[in-house]
């Protein structure tokens, strides 16, 4: 599950519930998945 809000983001990234490299890793498997909104908003990776 993802977190909606920023503050349970942080809360995820206090507790070890979720990394920053995890994070990073799904933004970039969002953005290069051709369903989903990455080839509108990013020129490029």
Not at 16 to 44: H, M, N
């Amino acid at each position: 599950m993802t977190p909606e809000t920023l503050a349970e983001l942080a809360r995820d990234l206090g507790t070890g519930k979720t990394s920053a490299r995890t994070l990073v890793e799904e933004a970039l498997a969002a953005a290069a998945d051709p369903a989903r909104e990455g080839a509108r908003a990013f020129i490029s990776l």
